[in-house]
Every structure is written in structure tokens, then in C-alpha cells.
């Protein structure tokens, strides 16, 4: 058996994932992610008199510790891989990715593990975030003048 | 009439990551940092001020704010600080999920052991 007719047959039995089921997964996860988000945030501003941008930020705190509490309990990863995109893009994607990076690496010692891989994932988003906000502000300053 | 709009907002960024998944080789750790890069270039050209009036909660849910948080504290700190300022305060609005983040995922990390 060749070389071609082997990637056939391995294609030919591997599981088939269905790009639509994970496209409206991914949506109606998201959506209802989103939905719950505006929830929290209208209720911290009526009961506790917030303003709108600082129960915006209460609401991210929320929704990080939930993840991270529910990362640490262990059935978070499994959610992340049945949600698909949809818990991926919402904060819960990051908080997610910063608490099962350290739970994974806290045998490995403070330092060496903990330390160093606490953002192994969360990290590029962080990176390419700032360096991408820099450079950006440079170009509106040159060109705002 | 924001929840509906939260609904869909935040449903449409997942379905297009979704979609992004599925028919490139891109990783999950692509998909998040473009969307964080998507969110600074939508905040440059003014947009997602926009999208967060319209959606609240949909809009700041998504890693893209993040990267509109970065932008916009950047840019304030630029028109208080000048050049300084763009360093000093790239990260007084994002701050807190990087915050929030290290604190969280340390103080659970004490208590909690990885399931398998």
C-alpha cells in the first residue's frame, strides 16, 4: 500500500465532526454566555448602585473566578470541549487556560512550574495584545497629529 | 432590547471562531490571541465602543475586549502622560482580568489538585 492510498483509507475512518452542530454549538454557548454577562451586570447595577463600567468589571471578576473555581474542580475541560468556541472566546477561555495551566504544572515545584507556566497559554494573548495596542496608538497619534 | 443584542453579538464572535477552527489548522491559542488583535483594530477605528453601547455585556464578555481595553487605556494614558503615558497606561483598564487571573488561579490552586 502506498503512501496515498494509506491517507485515503486513514480519511476514510476517521470520526467525521460536523462543521454545522459545532458552528451552532459554538453559537447558542456563546450567545447564552453573553446573555448571562448583561444579566449579572443589570442586576450588580440596580442592587448595588454601580455604574455601568464598574459592573462591567465586577462581572469579569465574576465570571474569571467561576471559571477558575470550576476549572479547579475538574469538569471544566470537559464543558471547554463540548461548548467548542463558545466558552473559548468569552473571558472564560482565558481564565480557564491560566487556572488549568497551573493546577497542571503545580507538581513541577513553585518556581520552575508554577511560576514559568502559569501563562504558557494565556500569555500570547497578553503579548499580541499589548504589542498590537502600541503599535496602534503610535499610528492614531501620527496621525491625529 | 441590549439582551437580545448581547445574545447575538456574543454568539456571532464564537460562530465565527467556531468556524475559524474548523476549516483551518489554527489552534485554540491562535483563535484567542487573533480575536484579542481583532478587538485593538476594532477599538482603533472606533468600533467597539460601539458594539459595547449596543450589546453591554455581549461585547465585554468576548477576549476581543480585552484587546479594546489594552487600546483604549493605552491611548487615554497617551492624551494625559504623552509618550509615557501610552506605557503607563496600557494596562489600567485590562489590569483587572490579567489581575484577577493570576489571583484567582493561585489562591484555588493551593486547594485544588488536578483530577487525573
Known amino acids: 500500500m502506498n503512501k496515498d492510498e494509506y491517507?485515503?483509507?486513514?480519511?476514510?475512518?476517521?470520526?467525521?465532526?460536523?462543521?454545522?452542530?459545532?458552528?451552532i454549538i459554538a453559537f447558542l454557548v456563546g450567545?447564552?454566555?453573553?446573555?448571562?454577562?448583561?444579566?449579572?451586570?443589570v442586576i450588580l447595577m440596580n442592587v448595588l448602585n454601580l455604574t455601568r463600567i464598574d459592573a462591567t468589571v465586577w462581572t469579569?471578576?465574576?465570571?474569571?473566578?467561576t471559571a477558575s473555581l470550576f476549572t479547579a474542580l475538574g469538569f471544566f475541560d470537559n464543558w471547554m470541549s463540548?461548548?467548542?468556541?463558545?466558552?473559548?472566546?468569552?473571558?472564560?477561555?482565558?481564565?480557564?487556560?491560566?487556572?488549568?495551566?497551573?493546577?497542571?504544572?503545580?507538581?513541577?515545584?513553585l518556581i520552575m512550574g508554577l511560576g514559568s507556566n502559569f501563562f504558557k497559554l494565556a500569555g500570547s494573548v497578553i503579548l499580541y495584545g499589548i504589542l498590537a495596542s502600541f503599535i496602534l496608538v503610535i499610528v492614531k497619534v501620527i496621525i491625529s497629529g | 432590547m441590549t439582551f437580545i443584542w448581547a445574545f447575538l453579538i456574543a454568539g456571532s464572535f464564537c460562530l465565527i471562531g467556531e468556524l475559524i477552527l474548523d476549516?483551518?489548522?489554527?489552534?485554540?491559542?491562535?483563535?484567542?490571541?487573533?480575536?484579542?488583535?481583532?478587538?485593538?483594530?476594532?477599538?482603533?477605528?472606533?468600533l467597539y465602543d460601539k458594539l459595547i453601547d449596543l450589546a453591554g455585556g455581549g461585547a465585554s464578555t468576548i477576549i476581543?475586549?480585552?484587546?479594546?481595553?489594552l487600546y483604549t487605556g493605552a491611548y487615554e494614558g497617551y492624551l494625559a502622560n504623552g509618550i509615557l503615558g501610552i506605557f503607563t497606561g496600557m494596562l489600567?483598564?485590562?489590569?483587572?482580568?490579567?489581575?484577577?487571573s493570576i489571583v484567582f488561579a493561585a489562591i484555588l490552586t493551593l486547594f485544588f489538585n488536578p483530577k487525573d
Do not use: M, R, W
Request: net charge positive.
Open chain 1, 7 to 23: 491517507k485515503k483509507l486513514v480519511k476514510k475512518h476517521e470520526p467525521q465532526e460536523n462543521k454545522l452542530n459545532n458552528a
Open chain 1, 31 to 41: 450567545g447564552t454566555v453573553g446573555f448571562i454577562v448583561e444579566g449579572i451586570i
Open chain 1, 60 to 65: 469579569s471578576l465574576i465570571v474569571i473566578f
Open chain 1, 82 to 109: 463540548k461548548a467548542k468556541a463558545g466558552l473559548l472566546l468569552p473571558t472564560t477561555g482565558f481564565a480557564h487556560s491560566v487556572s488549568s495551566s497551573a493546577l497542571d504544572y503545580k507538581k513541577e515545584g
Open chain 2, 23 to 46: 476549516n483551518t489548522k489554527l489552534t485554540p491559542g491562535h483563535i484567542t490571541s487573533l480575536f484579542t488583535v481583532i478587538g485593538c483594530i476594532l477599538a482603533f477605528f472606533g
Open chain 2, 64 to 69: 476581543s475586549n480585552f484587546g479594546y481595553l
Open chain 2, 92 to 100: 489600567t483598564k485590562g489590569g483587572a482580568a490579567i489581575v484577577g
